[in-house]
């Protein structure tokens, strides 16, 4: 089964800084991965996708992911914090087969906390 | 504006009551998804209709149902609801790898 696994639950930077969010895909497939960001009270807004086109994929406000096929990786990235950065990112797999294709499989959020 | 719109944005409802969410897809996008956001379970995919026809189902209870109509908006029904059932529900719809948000229905069981 394909599956995210976000590897920090929260992460927390000072404005100015670069963030990272990490997050490992399962897939024995050549996976398409998301990265969606919710602001508090707010829907789900896309922030950039691979689709196995070029391995580094740049986003909207800044952010940019690189898709590492040896290390199962898509981390989220952004040279330098914003306080409005300060959401929910969710890592998201498209589902290849069976009852998950074409269904979007999101992790379990990363928050991210941009302090001033 | 996204282009899915759905309604009502909150809902409060008691215990053992039914509800109806509705979801309008974005113009051209047969698929439609709808998805479940609780504290505990994270986001959860319920159920995929593709013009007109149950495509998938996820995680959804034999108390939810769903369809969608010729139109192809669609509607979630949840019923003999509970207070675990508390959650923001949120409907995508997609063509081919773009996949659009609504800004989710909040249902409160009271």
């Known amino acids: 089964a394909q599956s995210v696994t976000q590897l920090d639950s929260h992460v927390s930077v000072s404005e100015g800084t670069p963030v990272l969010l990490r997050c490992n895909y399962s897939?024995?497939?050549?996976?398409?991965l998301f990265w969606y960001v919710q602001h508090p009270n707010k829907g789900l807004q896309l922030l950039l996708k691979?689709?196995?086109?070029?391995?580094l994929v740049k986003g909207i406000n800044g952010f940019e992911a690189e898709f590492k096929k040896s290390e199962t990786s898509f981390h989220l990235t952004k040279p330098s914090a914003h306080m409005s950065d300060a959401a929910e990112y969710f890592c998201?797999?498209?589902?290849?087969?069976?009852?998950?294709?074409?269904?979007?499989?999101f992790g379990k959020g990363t928050k991210l906390s941009v302090k001033p | 504006d996204s282009g899915v719109t759905q309604t009502p944005k909150h809902l409060i409802t008691a215990t053992g009551q039914r509800v109806t969410l509705r979801c309008s897809p974005r113009?051209?996008?047969?698929?439609v998804y709808w998805y479940q956001q609780s504290l505990d379970q994270g986001l959860q995919f319920l159920i995929q209709?593709?013009?007109?026809?149950?495509?998938a189902k996820g995680n959804i209870l034999e108390r939810f149902s769903a369809q969608q109509f010729p139109d192809l908006h669609s509607e979630l029904n949840l019923s003999s609801l509970e207070l675990g059932d508390s959650a923001l529900y949120f409907c995508a719809s997609s063509v081919e790898f773009r996949y659009t948000f609504g800004s989710g229905t909040r249902l409160t069981v009271v």
């Open positions: 998201v797999v498209r589902g290849f087969y069976g009852g998950s294709q074409g269904n979007l499989i």
């Open positions: 209709y593709y013009n007109g026809e149950e495509r």
């Open positions: 897939s024995s497939y050549s996976p398409s």
């Open positions: 113009s051209g996008d047969l698929s």
């Open positions: 691979y689709t196995s086109a070029a391995t």
